[in-house]
């Protein structure tokens, strides 16, 4: 066994949901010659040579593992007691602290809590305690070699590691002394991301596999639980062939934003454009269903491309899609849905070597959060609707 890179591979499947196991014949063994990375001596314990370790390092770091706990855990319950944000700033927010619990809890310098994007091809930082985000191609670093052998890996010597990245110590002028990577997996056993901790700072700064594995799961396993769950509600929000979000998706927003029933919050300006594809029937008659498939991919990339970072492209079904934009008037909202008329009009869908050319009609609005998400659509539909019946290929702000 290598003992300045060492890993984990159960054979048994044991462990707790969610996180890597850890081999129970090597479960025991410090990294480097390490038994227990303690001082001999710690104040208001008294130590003597052949001492019990385990029993020392449960007096000396119990309180201190209590009350991290706690500040965290009390963190938590205000933060999902929080009604003005949403569950996707909640659970980010979760993240972040259990990031940092984990970094409290094996007492690391830095954690980073990551997750695989298998669509993109790369895994990236959902949370880190020092640096912002990255990303890395799958199966590369660290992070992609746990995740790529599903097991837990230990470096105290990174810089001889072949799959350690020094490209942000170089860049950093940071220093990488030890490593302790934990793949987590959802609930089905499938990896889905996988938490981080860097430079231990007790002890003789090597992590030890035993006590530090076993401290990491407890946040690991938590932030697995949140991560599926954001997964699954990324998922369900998400229309599957244009990936743009959905009516779901658009129902959780509008709520977020404007308040439903009486929790009216009345506090957010913005407007609405519901635009559809014009003779869309055609095209799947003409061309068939996978070239409409095709159509309504295009369209959906171009309206994302053609509007601000802060609003947000709906498909409402169909070949409908709706765009909420923040802080945005009337008039504001007819020169982006000319800006994205345009756009379409000037563009060409290439389907099997056949171009395609469409455009679109739109309906604009303001919208007023006295009024619920159904009555606000049914301004901007009303207004659409002249926009098809008085020729198509247009914008409509008013009737």
């Not at 999902?80 to 259990?98: C, F, P, Q, Y």
Request: glycine share 10%.
């Amino acid at each position: 066994m290598d003992t300045n890179g060492m890993s984990f591979n159960p054979a048994d499947g044991s462990g707790i949901l969610g996180v890597a196991p850890v081999n129970k014949e090597t479960a025991n063994e410090g990294v480097a010659g390490s038994q227990g990375n303690i001082p001999q001596s710690v104040p208001g314990i008294t130590a003597t040579v052949g001492a019990d370790k385990e029993a020392l390092e449960s007096s000396y770091y119990g309180e201190d593992l209590l009350n991290n706990i706690f500040e965290i855990s009390n963190e938590l319950y205000l933060e999902m007691r929080n009604t003005d944000t949403g569950v996707e700033e909640d659970h980010l927010t979760i993240i972040k602290l259990l990031t940092d619990l984990g970094r409290r809890l094996v007492n690391a310098d830095r954690a980073s809590f990551w997750r695989i994007d298998n669509e993109e091809g790369k895994i990236w930082t959902v949370s880190s305690t020092a640096t912002g985000k990255i990303e890395i191609p799958i199966g590369t670093g660290m992070v992609g070699k746990a995740l790529a052998e599903g097991r837990t890996l230990v470096t105290n010597d990174p810089y001889h590691d072949p799959f350690f990245n020094p490209e942000v110590d170089r860049k950093t002028g940071y220093v990488t002394r030890s490593i302790l990577v934990m793949p987590i997996t959802n609930s089905r056993g499938e990896f889905i991301g996988a938490y981080q901790v860097i430079n231990k700072l007790d002890g003789d700064g090597k992590f030890n596999m035993r006590r530090d594995c076993k401290r990491l799961s407890l946040a690991a396993f938590i932030c697995s639980l949140t991560l599926e769950s954001e997964l699954f509600l990324a998922d369900a929000e998400r229309d599957r062939l244009t990936k743009v979000r959905n009516r779901i998706g658009f129902y959780h927003d509008f709520g977020v934003r404007y308040g439903n029933g009486i929790d009216r919050r009345g506090n957010a300006g913005g407007s609405m454009i519901m635009c559809d594809i014009d003779h869309f029937k055609a095209v799947n008659d003409t061309y068939g269903h996978n070239a409409g498939d095709a159509v309504l991919r295009h369209v959906a990339a171009m309206l994302e491309s053609n509007v601000r970072k802060d609003d947000v492209v709906y498909r409402w079904g169909g070949e409908e899609f709706i765009i909420l934009l923040s802080d945005t008037d009337l008039d504001g909202a007819a020169a982006t849905a000319e800006k994205v008329r345009a756009a379409i009009e000037a563009s060409e869908c290439v389907f099997e070597g056949t171009t395609i050319n469409v455009t679109m009609s739109f309906g604009c609005g303001v919208i007023d959060p006295a009024h619920t998400a159904e009555e606000n659509i049914a301004v901007a539909d009303r207004r659409l609707y002249v926009a098809k019946e008085s020729g198509r290929n247009r914008v409509v702000k008013e009737g």
